[in-house]
Nanobody, 119 residues
Framework: VQLVESGGGLVQPGGSLRLSCAAS????????MRWYRQAPGKERELVAS????????NYADSVKGRFTVSRDNAKNTVYLQMNSLKPEDTAVYFC?????????????WGQGTQVTVSS
């Protein structure tokens, strides 16, 4: 299983970024996906999730109305469109999935991509 995030960077407040997470090594279309973020000195928090078909999405209250999660099962990729960015959105963003294994469910993480919102 491999998850590779990209698209992070430095953006001014009010700006936009689109993160991508390319997945491989598992049947992508069968699994829900999640985006988490972790700011310095803070715990990792769930930002958004999307079902395997893409028809069910959920968001943290802090990003509702500003972030949109989507996926392209033909490209094995999940996206996070981030608009109206705020300095408090600064964090490392990770994509995540939970894979069924014999007797357990194992989480897999990408390496993360840094998002910095600053003027």
């Amino acid at each position: 299983v491999q998850l590779v995030e990209s698209g992070g960077g430095l953006v001014q407040p009010g700006g936009s970024l689109r993160l991508s997470c390319a997945a491989s090594g598992f049947p992508f279309r069968a699994y829900g996906m999640r985006w988490y973020r972790q700011a310095p000195g803070k715990e990792r928090e769930l930002v958004a999730s999307i079902s395997n078909t893409g028809d069910i999405t959920n968001y943290a209250d802090s990003v509702k109305g500003r972030f949109t999660v989507s996926r392209d099962n033909a490209k094995n990729t999940v996206y996070l469109q981030m608009n109206s960015l705020k300095p408090e959105d600064t964090a490392v963003y990770f994509c995540n999935t939970l894979i069924n294994q014999p007797g357990s469910i194992r989480p897999y993480w990408g390496q993360g991509t840094q998002v910095t919102v600053s003027s």
